[in-house]
Nanobody
Framework: QVQLVESGGGLVQAGGSLRLSCAASGRTFSTYAMGWVRQAQGKEREFVAT????????YHADSVKGRFTISRDNAKNTVYLQMNSLKPADTAVYYCGASRYYNHYAITPSAYDYWGQGTQVTVSS
């Protein structure tokens, strides 16, 4: 069992930056691939980024590539999402997830076994 708690969301102007954090409980954090998905109001969950267990390999959705960066610190049981050059279209609830995927990137919401409660990100124009 993994419990995830996101933080760092808020209101920011277009072009601004935010860093989301996701703290995980338990001693098995390093065995999970981690990722971020987002859900805008009235829309389905959308994959944002994922990082493999070692922290070396990452994959970002085309919509955020070059603006967002996922990273993790296994010593702190935490995964991060640095978001730069934010756009109003990035407005959504952002969820952190943990996946047992090992050989493949966890690039769909269905690949994740555990979710946090979400944190709201609102980008004003």
């Amino acid at each position: 069992q993994v419990q995830l708690v996101e933080s760092g969301g808020g209101l920011v102007q277009a072009g601004g930056s935010l860093r989301l954090s996701c703290a995980a409980s338990g001693r098995t954090f390093s065995t999970y691939a981690m990722g971020w998905v987002r859900q805008a109001q009235g829309k389905e969950r959308e994959f944002v980024a994922t990082i493999k267990q070692s922290g070396v390999s990452t994959y970002h959705a085309d919509s955020v590539k070059g603006r967002f960066t996922i990273s993790r610190d296994n010593a702190k049981n935490t995964v991060y999402l640095q978001m730069n050059s934010l756009k109003p279209a990035d407005t959504a609830v952002y969820y952190c997830g943990a996946s047992r995927y090992y050989n493949h990137y966890a690039i769909t919401p269905s690949a994740y076994d555990y979710w946090g409660q979400g944190t709201q990100v609102t980008v004003s124009s």
